[in-house]
């Protein structure tokens, strides 16, 4: 059984599966009939609702359930959670702080699991992201990206999806804030390098795609002040996105906060593809279901049969 709690979970062939999948008008209703759970233990515009209308397109019956409700190793444990709803569902789709609570569901491999955003994690945006440099770059092999601020969730997944498509991947942000050793030592198994730069007018020279999210986090609340103090001079502003050259494009995951990592003539201006990236978590989100619960289960079979 397959789960997808980072992008790496997926090889470079089925990566790009998903992509072509992203994009199928007809895509295989691999869910009619069943349901597939969505928990939160945290808020969500974008991905409660282009994973619940994904799962309506695939033939399936998204249930939306909030983590208090269920009461993550409160009410109830992880796994004991984890086993009531692969009683009811072909799938399901976690958003929580811990990473390792994605992992603890995996473990038991009763349904696969998708990773709707962890402290470590956000492949489904990564997914939507590399998805929307497609269709403004065409090929992404040798073109680059530049992450601007706070080396989070959303980076770790961006840096592998991009790299594993053949992108140069760079990032700028304060002493503090970018990767640590156990980050490289993942991106270099996917075959993955990061070039990381002091000056954010540096990283961005010449990048096809300027990327930033917010600087503290979910779960990050208690920093948010000095976080405010130690990103200030990564503020993705006009005079930063004319240093990367006339055919750079902005990306931001969203929620955006206008004013903090990027100024509102940068997210509402020309060269920001914002909301085709955001449409494109639907699109993603159905691709890689349909790969997941489609072509993922049938190679895995003829597999065994071997
Ligand atoms: N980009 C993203 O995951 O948005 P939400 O937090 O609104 O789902
Ligand atoms: N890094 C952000 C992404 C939100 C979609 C967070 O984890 O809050």
């Known amino acids: 059984m397959r789960h997808v709690l980072e992008v790496d979970d997926l090889t470079p062939g089925e990566l790009g599966r998903v992509l072509d999948l992203a994009a199928d008008p007809a895509p295989p209703q691999v869910l009619a009939g069943q349901g597939m759970a969505l928990l939160f233990e945290k808020p969500s515009a974008r991905t409660r609702n282009s994973m619940e209308m994904a799962v309506v397109q695939l033939g399936g019956h998204p249930m939306y359930i909030q983590g208090a409700e269920v009461g993550f190793d409160a009410r109830e444990s992880v796994e004991d959670v984890t086993r009531t709803l692969a009683c009811y569902h072909g799938a399901v789709g976690a958003r929580v702080f811990a990473h390792a609570t994605v992992e603890r569901m995996a473990a038991l491999d009763l349904v696969p699991i998708v990773n709707m955003l962890s402290d470590a994690a956000h492949p489904l945006q990564a997914l939507a992201d590399v998805l929307t440099m497609q269709q403004i770059l065409g090929d992404l092999a040798g ?9 989070n969730n959303v980076f770790r997944s961006l840096a592998l999806a991009g790299g594993m498509l053949g992108m140069e991947v760079r990032f700028t942000g304060p002493s503090g804030y970018g990767l ?19 000056r954010p007018e540096e990283a961005v020279e010449g990048a096809d795609i300027v990327y930033t999210d917010v600087w503290t986090s979910m779960g990050q609340e208690d920093e948010s002040a000095q976080r405010l103090v130690d990103f200030e001079g990564y503020r993705v502003d006009e005079r930063l996105l004319d240093a990367a050259g006339t055919q750079v494009h902005f990306l931001h995951c969203l929620p955006a906060h206008r004013g903090e990592e990027v100024t509102s003539s940068v997210v509402d201006g020309p060269a920001s593809r914002v909301w085709q990236q955001a449409e494109n978590r639907m699109h993603a989100a159905r691709g890689l279901l349909a790969w997941l619960l489609g072509e993922a289960v049938s190679d895995a079979g003829e597999g065994s049969n071997a």
């Open 143 to 151: 073109r680059s990206v530049t992450y601007v601020g706070d080396a």
């Open 180 to 198: 640590g050793e156990l980050d490289a030592d993942r991106l270099a198994s996917a075959g993955v390098v990061v070039a990381e730069f002091d």
